[in-house]
């Protein structure tokens, strides 16, 4: 592909950004050598799939997170770029270059805030660049902090009741989030989540490692697994001994209860995502001149941006080079 001075999502490597002659890939699908290669989290799908020992640009935290499940990852700091809290999970970084123009690169983001993350923040930029994965008006979280008393209400009502409370979550997130919330409960959690925790907690966060969550357990206890995978049949032996189960994400929104992988199971709206409503905010603070979206209601989003805050706007789609008037 042909870079212009401007903002591309190229069809094989995800968004890239080029100014000044400098080359920023913004969680590529594959590290190129040469160029400066943004990773924001540690998700699975924003790392690399091919490091080709090329160096990447992230935080500490997802460093050491990363670390955890490649080897020969190195790190390199790149003072044009700014990293800024996302509060998406730990470790989770905005960029802002400040080169010819202001850029902001969200990665996913969040700007509630949080027992153990500080949230997202706007800042001034002429063109920023966000996902939008719930990008659309009718996904609208209720209260943060009534969605997590639900959530302990519940585990402490299945532990008074005798029972185990399984906990559906996202090894590196909501894990985190549900380990912070429920402190001062017996909380037990799958391997790769201990895995994590240890990294965080060379890192200063105070986490539960405990990984023994067998159903003769002499006390009811709170176990978080993804329940996926290896993972599935532990779950089913704890549910077949009477353990309740719960599931959470933000596509809940609105409701409780339902099914998760096969599971009857209570469902709360807890996301690591800002919900429309958050998202709108977050862009009128920034006050781009031109906004990119990417990823989940993208082309929605940016048709409400233009409606309702008058900002140019349109969806990064594959292959499609943008215009370079903007940088």
């Known amino acids: 592909m042909t870079f212009h001075n401007g903002v591309v999502s190229d069809l094989w490597n995800g968004v890239a950004l080029r100014m000044s002659g400098c080359t920023y890939r913004l969680d590529p699908g594959s590290a190129v050598h040469g160029d400066?290669?943004?990773?924001?989290?540690?998700?699975?799908?924003?790392?690399?799939?091919?490091?080709?020992?090329?160096?990447?640009?992230?935080?500490?935290?997802?460093?050491?997170?990363?670390?955890?499940?490649?080897?020969?990852?190195?790190?390199?700091?790149?003072?044009?770029?700014?990293?800024?809290?996302?509060?998406?999970?730990?470790?989770?970084?905005?960029?802002?270059?400040?080169?010819?123009?202001?850029?902001?690169?969200?990665?996913?983001?969040?700007?509630?805030?949080?027992?153990?993350?500080?949230?997202?923040?706007?800042?001034?930029?002429?063109?920023?660049?966000?996902?939008?994965?719930?990008?659309?008006?009718?996904?609208?979280?209720?209260?943060?902090?009534?969605?997590?008393?639900?959530?302990?209400?519940?585990?402490?009502?299945?532990?008074?009741?005798?029972?185990?409370?399984?906990?559906?979550?996202?090894?590196?997130?909501?894990?985190?989030?549900?380990?912070?919330?429920?402190?001062?409960?017996?909380?037990?959690?799958?391997?790769?989540?201990?895995?994590?925790?240890?990294?965080?907690?060379?890192?200063?966060?105070?986490?539960?490692?405990?990984?023994?969550?067998?159903?003769?357990?002499?006390?009811?206890?709170?176990y978080v697994t993804s329940g996926i995978g290896a993972e599935r049949a532990k779950v089913d032996c704890l549910v077949k001994g009477g353990a309740r189960t719960a599931s959470f994400s933000g596509w809940a929104t609105g409701r409780f209860g339902g099914t998760t992988k096969g599971l009857s199971t209570e469902m709360f709206p807890l996301s690591d995502h800002c919900d429309y409503n958050e998202l709108m905010e977050f862009v009128r603070l920034c006050d781009p001149a031109k906004v990119f979206t990417t990823h989940g209601f993208a082309e929605e989003f940016a048709r409400s941006v233009r409606r309702e805050l008058g900002i140019d706007a349109e969806p990064l789609r594959k292959g499609q080079e943008t215009l370079d008037a903007f940088l």
């Not at 997202?120 to 994965?133: G, N």
């Not at 201990?194 to 969550?213: I, K, M, Q, S, Y």
Request: proline residues 6%; negative net charge; hydrophobic residues 35%.
């Open 36 to 222: 400066l290669n943004l990773v924001s989290h540690a998700h699975s799908d924003h790392v690399p799939n091919h490091l080709r020992r090329a160096p990447i640009v992230c935080s500490r935290i997802t460093l050491d997170l990363i670390r955890l499940r490649r080897k020969n990852v190195e790190r390199q700091d790149e003072p044009s770029i700014e990293m800024l809290e996302a509060g998406h999970v730990p470790g989770s970084v905005m960029f802002l270059v400040d080169d010819a123009s202001k850029v902001l690169y969200t990665g996913d983001f969040c700007t509630r805030v949080k027992k153990h993350l500080r949230p997202a923040v706007p800042v001034r930029c002429d063109v920023l660049v966000m996902e939008s994965t719930y990008g659309k008006p009718e996904y609208e979280f209720p209260d943060h902090d009534d969605t997590v008393g639900a959530v302990r209400d519940w585990v402490e009502g299945a532990i008074d009741n005798g029972s185990n409370a399984v906990l559906l979550a996202y090894p590196l997130g909501k894990a985190q989030e549900l380990c912070y919330e429920l402190r001062g409960l017996p909380i037990k959690v799958q391997k790769s989540i201990g895995d994590n925790n240890r990294a965080l907690n060379n890192h200063g966060f105070e986490l539960p490692v405990c990984t023994d969550a067998g159903p003769r357990a002499e006390q009811s206890f709170a």
